[in-house]
């Protein structure tokens, strides 16, 4: 071996090594134990470890809460997905425009609910929720709309608690679009009103393009954010109810692993988004490789 | 940088923390004394730190013996016990809630106290509410002893049922059925009779258990729930939705149960003990004259009261501890009837030795009489590792049938299928079990 060579590896090997460690071979260890039925006896006694192959898989496939669980988290993110990074670009091009007074105080004010307590916002958002003393239901029954039951309602609590999560989190992506948007020179602006552009034009034509990269990352994020969402509808519906109307996948990961200790469907879940989370990333990045082409 | 004029106060302040340190130290890290036994007690959530004021008169008759108490939050206590089992760092004794002894009993975390209660003057099973007790016993032996007790029963408002016609307290199910509909046509369209949250198990497996249920049949291999018993029971729980008489609303969606039992939302619930004392803070004091508890209505008549559940927390000793006789006379001592009725007076959890409700804080309270009453008719749920999974899906099941999306009897034909399927890997060990010698 060469002896760059050999410093090379010797300057990698840390990194290389903490990876394995801690990614590789648990990832390995859960692809394993998605393969066994380790559950609560298991942990007295690991002969009571059987080997099952698929068998997890097949379950899960066949349990109806699964398929739920997952239709729940893919209406998370076709619904949550476009609504959250719309609202950070259009809350990013506000304040980014030259009109705006107490530019770093709107940036704070919106920014403030990402770095607020998760649980101390749900039980505010549970109380504007609320079927029968909610802000929302009275403001919606002074315009003569019958009382919704937001987070009881089967139909209703998914979009509640989309809303929620995006105004608790439209704040990051807004941030990172004002440092996208302020990249893009003033000059190219200039010559397209010269030009008579107007503003759908300048959006369009301007805004868009050259926010590319920033609004690939922006929604490759928010994409594998929401197929994770865990922390809103848990601290919103307690166990992803009504009717499991708001259970995710990794929520469901989380009560069979460990709530009920069936540590192999866990596993065997986790494997599953993760599937769908990979090929999900490749497509996208895909096209989005073909349209640079 | 620090400005010099500062310098003399931080020194002072260090001098201080060191001091503070100090103390502390002589407090917590002083060694347990010389040849003194050290016995590590886990204790869940305010009871660990209120049993503290308990044991300095257990040292002084067991010199020989100091307690450390850890005080565990409730969210976190069974997964720390489980790591620690795994972990091989239980501690000699621990609270458990008492349904999770079969758990830790298939693990064979704990250590079976049937021959120390056999030759123990205090520890007398008879002593013990009868179902409460059974929570600690499993295969004929004894792995948990009763610490204090909780049941559910009837919490009610005296006016809204008087103003309905009611006089009495029902004491069957269609004595109680008939009572909520003169209350729903009392109160209107936008009240109720009584709140049962659709997101708990407890209610519906009361029930069922009161219409004669055994859940689970063949020793806890196979689910029981298309038996009549259960389906009788869910017909009877979803009428009450179907009929108006209780809302169709989970616990996260009734943002305060103690501001809507004081509006008049519901004039009934069916909850345990600890809500005794939030009653008494909670609602306004014009309110607390007129709620009043009574022990659940039964199927029959002349079952009255119908059986509740059999909860609380039991001691245990862990099969790994090296000083089981010391903590098997700290449990003999928390045992004690005086003991009991101390603890009561410091945490208001009910005792779980009969003799201790002969004192006069609990004698004399008839809001605590009717869980004295209601405790004589307990009976444990399914003594098995797997019934909490079971618990909560027969909840989810029956939330379903209680929307109209499926009918009882799919209710019943689901629940069998998927809690068979759950049961399988304890049919395997069973099965292994009696074959292998």
Known sequence: MRSEVRAGLLFIAPALALITVFFFLPVVAGMLLSLTDFDIYAIGSLDSVRFVGLGNYATLLSNPVFWKALGNTFTYVLLGGPLSVAISLGAAMLLNSKLVRFRGLFRTAYFAPVVTTLVAVAVVWRYLYHPRVGLLNQALGALGIGPVDWLGDPRWAIPAIIVMAAWKNFGYNMIIFMAGLQTIPESLYEAARIDGAGWWQQLWRITLPMLRPTTVFVVLMTMIGYFQIFAEPYVMTGGGGPLNATLTIVMLMYKEGFRWWNMGTSAAAAFVLFVIVFAATSLQLLLQRGREE | ?437
Not at chain 2, 28 to 47: D, I, M, N, Q
Not at chain 2, 168 to 194: L, Q, Y
Request: with cysteine.
């Open chain 2, 1 to 437: 940088m620090t400005p010099p004029a500062s310098r003399p106060w931080a020194s002072r302040r260090a001098r201080r923390l060191g001091v503070v340190a100090l103390l502390t130290c002589a407090a917590a890290c002083a060694p347990p004394g010389k040849g003194r036994e050290e016995v590590r007690f886990w204790a869940l959530g305010r009871e660990g730190e209120v049993v503290q004021q308990l044991l300095p008169e257990f040292e002084r008759r067991n010199p020989g013996v100091h307690v450390t108490v850890q005080q565990i939050p409730w969210t976190a206590a069974h997964e720390k016990l489980l790591t620690a089992y795994v972990g091989d760092a239980t501690p000699d004794l621990a609270q458990i809630g008492n349904t999770w002894v079969p758990e830790l009993e298939a693990l064979k975390a704990l250590q079976d106290l049937s021959p120390l209660i056999a030759r123990s003057p205090v520890v007398r099973p008879d002593s013990y509410f009868a179902g409460v007790w059974d929570t600690g016993v499993i295969d004929g032996k004894t792995w948990g002893v009763p610490w204090y007790v909780d049941t559910r029963v009837l919490f009610y408002r005296k006016d809204i049922l008087a103003r309905a016609g009611v006089t009495e307290v029902p004491r069957t199910w269609a004595a109680w059925i008939e009572a909520m509909k003169r209350v729903k046509s009392s109160v209107g369209p936008d009240r109720f009779a009584i709140l049962l949250p659709t997101d708990e198990w407890a209610q519906p497996v009361i029930l069922a258990m009161q219409a004669g249920s055994t859940l689970l049949r063949d020793g806890g291999r196979f689910g029981a729930f298309r038996a009549p018993e259960f389906r009788h029971a869910l017909e009877l729980y979803i009428s009450l939705f179907r009929d108006r008489l209780a809302p169709a609303l989970g616990m996260n969606q009734v943002a305060n149960v103690y501001q809507q039992f004081a509006e008049g939302y519901f004039a009934m619930y069916i909850t345990g003990p600890w809500n005794l004392g939030e009653f008494r803070r909670r609602l306004p004091p014009n309110l607390q004259d007129v709620w009043a508890t009574a022990p659940l209505p039964a199927e029959r008549a002349g079952d009255w009261p119908g059986v509740s559940l059999a909860g609380g927390s039991s001691l245990v000793v862990f099969g790994a501890s090296k000083h089981q006789d010391a903590a098997w006379k700290l449990i003999e001592f928390l045992s004690e009837p005086s003991q009991q009725g101390a603890f009561y007076a410091l945490t208001g959890d009910l005792p779980a030795v009969r003799a201790a409700w002969n004192g006069p804080a609990l004698a004399a309270d008839p809001l605590v009489r009717a869980f004295f009453t209601q405790l004589e008719h307990t009976r444990p749920v399914p003594k098995i590792p797997e019934w909490e999974q079971i618990a909560w899906r027969t909840a989810e099941v029956a939330e379903q049938a209680l929307r109209g999306r499926i009918s009882v009897d799919e209710a019943a034909v689901t629940l069998d299928h998927e809690v068979d399927r759950m049961l399988d890997k304890r049919r395997y060990l069973l099965d292994r079990k009696r074959t292998s010698p």
